[in-house]
């Protein structure tokens, strides 16, 4: 993924919607910055940033995904030293924030991340957020000698595009750029009982008993 200037950019820059495609495929297809010459192009977050002040800054969206996010741990590990099984209730609180393939960080108020928003409720018709925390107490039946924990996958959502950023002047050279192959994705508001949650348990190493039993 890398950003793409519009070819033969000239004074006049008026152009029709299939011909900003036809450019965008042939840039992505053909083009490629020399490594000698990388300084001449803006990286992914200069274009980005710059979508707060350009002439225009417009997410195409082109695919959307639903998923189950990795196995992970919330809240403590709890230990039952005792003889029978015994209750642990285990306190959590997991937040979700959205990411791109392009490593920036994602704040409401961002231009660019408004576009994206915007642009991808009324095409899939979902909702987007930048970060989401659920939080939640439960309780465990740890059998005696064992450990326990809860375990996590999150209701994900992601949606991949290109964006179309134009400048009234010439911006490292070009009128026009794009950032291709751009992906982002975040907690699924809309279909959060995707998620799951497991209770686990297993019987504790001898290292373990050691450490939180004596």
Known sequence: MGSTPRKNDSANRLFRAGGAVAALTLGASLLAVPQSFAASSPTPKELLDACSWADLCQFHPQS????TGPRHQ????AYNCGSQTNQHRIDWSDTT??????GVSIS???KFWNVFEAEVQTTYRHDWTTSHTDT??????????SKGWIERG??????????EI???KRYYGHYIWYINNYKSSGYDVDNSSKGYINFKDTRMTSTEFNQHCR
């Open 166 to 168: 134009h400048f009234g």
């Open 154 to 163: 999150t209701s994900k959502q992601q949606a991949t595009g290109w964006y």
């Open 97 to 102: 924030s959205s990411t791109n393939s392009v």
């Open 64 to 67: 959307y995904q639903e998923y």
């Open 136 to 145: 939640e107490s439960d309780t465990l039946n740890i059998p005696a000698g």
């Open 74 to 77: 919330v809240g403590r590990t």
């Open 108 to 110: 409401v108020g961002a």
